[in-house]
């Protein structure tokens, strides 16, 4: 598992694993960067559905209880696709975008 940080956002990338891997290893990496946005990217996974995004509305939900920004990076999987509880987006600039923001929504209360 790859984690690139910067400031109060983290990157959150897999080379070489399974889907089912990736997100186990993404649940026993979580209390290290809960405290940061998190940006999932989803970009070596060649084959992926709207069902497998679902996988991470768990830790999606939970993450925006704390009130920060858990967004998936991909291509393969329209934002359409998938209920509004969870953000999907086909690029690392517009996942860096939607959570600056959220970080100014929740600057104002919104």
């Known amino acids: ?18 889907l089912s891997i990736f997100l186990k290893n993404l649940n026993d990496a979580y209390p290290k960067i809960k405290n940061d946005n998190i940006v ?3 970009f070596s996974f060649s084959k992926l559905k709207a069902d497998d ?19 998936l990076v991909t291509n393969k999987v329209s934002y359409d696709e998938v209920p509004d509880a969870i953000m999907v987006v ?6 860096q975008d939607v959570i600056e923001m959220e970080e100014i929504e929740r600057d104002l209360e919104i």
């Open 1 to 18: 598992m790859i984690f690139d940080s910067d400031g109060s956002t983290t990157i959150v990338s897999q080379e070489n694993a399974t």
């Open 40 to 42: 999932v990217n989803l």
């Open 53 to 71: 995004v679902l996988e991470f509305l768990q830790i999606s939900d939970l993450h925006k209880k704390s009130k920060k920004s858990f967004v």
């Open 90 to 95: 086909p690029t690392i600039q517009e996942a």
